[in-house]
């Protein structure tokens, strides 16, 4: 019955933590704010994580009918909606990455409230422009979450060290005697 | 001993095939048919979308649905039950519906019956999935599945038995071994049954009773005789054995997980453990490609490539790949396994060649190497595991149809930092695993020093954990995710 026992324990806590997390506030990797948006002559797909504190957005470009110039610069400007603070803007740096052109900047949220988001695309070519808006949200996990989140893989842990060194008696046990 | 282990499971198992519904459903003759259908149209659809959807590997269904979804749930099932993706392994499908027609007459050829080709094999898809980032190659990706399906149609189609899975296919070998620490395996009920048989249908396969020489249900592909078999090595779960057995005496039994790691009695179709140099070879290569696959997906290791790059004096990124697979895979492990096995050697009291003492531990890196595939592809998984309805919506959507919606972009998955605990959870329960099965081994092989012999080894494992531990806290590409970076 020992094993049995085990087995259903550890199905349980393991069950019990992989669903106990979707009851929390979403946050999410990041996701897209828009895809395959036509500014300018540019294609562009916006992807963001929005926390609070420091959140980054991913901008993925793609040429229509010529390549990407050179030169192109991408800018992140950042507001709340409510306007209590002044649009900032932030540099985003450009990634080489295989098959793909990619910007990535970090931006500053103060607060969990609806940001609006300006993309700017400069470049001796010409320059382009969108805007969206976004929800920052809380970034996370503190000390006691982290206690919450562990506690579960401790106790199949312990469960588990107890069955295998109880096993290990039982089948050496003679021998050990 | 062996009787006593036998009773015991007797006694104290769950038989999943005994549970209402599940049970009847798997033990249902065409029931791995039936579960094979829906992932052979799942893997046709991948292969199309991968030919001719978007480049974009986050909008496509092939790099989506491999990279994100089938790994992780792949490695949950392992986790939480037992070796079910080659139960309903799709390549098998086209492989049996051919089996119909041609029947192979040559068996695989006898050096090559071991793990030595299938290890190979492993390395190089873990190769070629750096080389030509996989994950962010829809194209690449579909051909690779192609590849499986035509594999595994051309071997069985030549060669007898379950050539493929047992000599031959990669994904078959990783889930051998990570089965070892799953809670279920296929196992007799009641050895007694076994003892009376005169028929030993699970391996020879049930006859008709008036045609002799004909297989009406075969048995074991793989050679695994029940009444012998120990544990989930080779073993694929296809459940032909529980078809053929006339005493309905086998099931999937639960069990205390990996502590098959740590017997070593001769196993049917398998052998000893610790004679099995190709067998522990693939653990180890199983333990450090966890390592090397989850590192190779965080930023430091571009800074590495780029300084091999300039110190080779190369500008292209396979010399600079081999030399890292070859310091991972081949001098990493033969460096600390042999550190190990020399101070074990030196305080054991059993006279055993350094190649032979490695090979008995290197079982114990099988939890931690789980549990660091565990932790990577959970991660993809969690952060992920909603991906796939956007993806699909899309591709529907490129067909024409808008009968699934609009695709939702926003829906992804779980929130990294969270799933950041369960990777660290994964890993130390990984080590926890591997520190209790080497004691457990020392104990079995040493009688007057076990933790003399134990401390080497638990220090390798700590070692490697660490080295997972701090993969873990570097700055992790999103991979196939939503930016397909790295």
New interface residues.
């Given amino acids: 019955?020992?094993?049995?026992r085990?087995?259903?324990l550890?199905?349980t806590l393991?069950?019990v933590?992989i669903f106990v997390?979707?009851t929390?506030a979403?946050?999410?990797?990041?996701?897209?704010l828009f895809?395959d948006q036509f500014v300018g002559s540019y294609s562009v797909s916006v992807?963001t994580d929005p926390d609070v504190g420091d959140a980054l957005f991913?901008v993925?470009l793609s040429e229509q009918h010529q390549p990407l110039p050179l030169d192109l610069r991408v800018q992140i400007g950042v507001q709340p909606v409510s306007g209590r603070l002044p649009e900032a803007f932030y540099p985003a740096e450009r990634?080489n990455?295989?098959?793909?052109v990619?910007y990535k900047a970090q931006v500053h949220f103060d607060a969990a409230e609806h940001w609006r988001v300006r993309v700017r695309l400069e470049s001796a070519s010409g320059n382009a422009e969108t805007t969206a808006t976004v929800a920052a949200t809380p970034?996370?996990?503190g000390r006691w979450d982290?206690l919450v989140?562990?506690v579960?893989?401790l106790a199949?842990?312990i469960v588990?060290?107890v069955?295998?060194?109880r096993?290990?008696r039982?089948?050496?046990g003679d021998?050990?005697a | 001993m062996l009787q006593l282990d036998l009773k015991t499971n007797k006694a104290a198992s769950i038989d999943l095939l005994r549970l209402p519904l599940l049970g009847g459903l798997l033990k249902w003759r065409h029931a791995r048919t039936l579960l094979q259908i829906p992932l052979f149209v799942i893997a046709v659809a991948m292969i199309l979308h991968g030919l001719f959807g978007p480049v974009l590997a986050p909008r496509n269904l092939a790099t989506t649905l491999t990279w994100i979804h089938f790994r992780g749930a792949l490695v949950m099932v392992l986790l939480f039950a037992g070796n079910f993706f080659c139960l309903t392994c799709p390549f098998m499908l086209l492989r049996n519906l051919t089996r119909k027609f041609v029947h192979p007459v040559r068996n695989w050829p006898r050096r090559l019956r071991n793990k030595w080709f299938s290890i190979s094999l492993f390395v190089v898809v873990l190769f070629v999935y750096e080389w030509f980032d996989l994950w962010a190659s829809p194209w690449w990706t579909a051909w690779l599945i192609v590849m499986f399906f035509a594999g595994a149609l051309v071997i069985d189609s030549i060669f007898k038995h379950a050539t493929f899975c047992k000599f031959v296919c990669p994904i078959g070998q990783f889930n051998f071994v990570a089965a070892t620490v799953s809670p279920f395996e296929v196992a007799v009920r009641d050895h007694d049954v076994c003892t009376q048989c005169r028929t030993k249908d699970c391996i020879r396969g049930a006859r008709a009773p008036e045609a002799p020489l004909v297989v009406i249900q075969r048995g074991c592909e793989l050679a695994l005789f029940q009444p012998r078999k120990v544990g989930n090595l080779d073993c694929t779960f296809c459940l032909d054995c529980v078809q053929a057995c006339p005493y309905d005496n086998v099931g999937i039994m639960s069990r205390l997980p990996a502590e098959e790691l740590v017997r070593d009695p001769l196993r049917s179709g398998v052998g000893v453990l610790s004679r099995r140099k190709d067998l522990s070879a693939l653990v180890v290569v199983f333990a450090f490609g966890a390592l090397l696959n989850a590192f190779a997906m965080v930023s430091p290791v571009y800074v590495l490539e780029q300084r091999l790059a300039n110190l080779f004096a190369v500008t292209t990124e396979l010399p600079v790949l081999a030399f890292i697979f070859a310091l991972f895979l081949i001098a990493e492990p033969v460096l600390l396994l042999g550190i190990a096995a020399w101070i074990t050697r030196s305080v054991s009291s059993k006279q055993r060649s350094l190649v032979s003492t490695a090979a008995r531990y290197a079982y114990a890196l099988v939890p931690l190497g789980f549990g660091i595939w565990l932790a990577h592809y959970s991660f993809h998984f969690l952060t992920g595991v909603f991906t796939f309805i956007p993806v699909t919506q899309a591709a529907v959507a490129e067909l024409g149809s808008a009968i699934v919606g609009q695709p939702r972009w926003g829906l992804t998955g779980m929130a990294p930092n969270v799933v950041q605990l369960f990777e660290f959870g994964f890993i130390a329960l990984g080590l926890l695993g591997s520190l209790l099965v080497s004691y457990s081994i020392a104990a079995t092989e040493e009688l007057v020093h076990p933790v003399r012999v134990f401390v080497p080894w638990a220090a390798l494992s700590l070692l490697l954990a660490a080295a997972a531990f701090w993969v873990l806290l570097q700055p992790m590409e999103m991979r196939g995710v939503v930016l397909g970076s790295g």
């Avoid at chain 1, 990455?97 to 793909?100: D, E, I, V």
Wanted: aromatic content about 14%.
């Fill in positions: 019955m020992m094993r049995l085990h087995a259903s550890i199905h393991l069950v933590l997390s979707t929390r979403h946050e999410g990797p990041p996701y897209p895809v992807w991913y993925i990634e990455l295989p098959k793909q990619q970034p996370g996990y982290l989140y562990l579960p893989f199949v842990g588990w060290g069955a295998m060194v096993r290990f039982q089948r050496t021998k050990h």
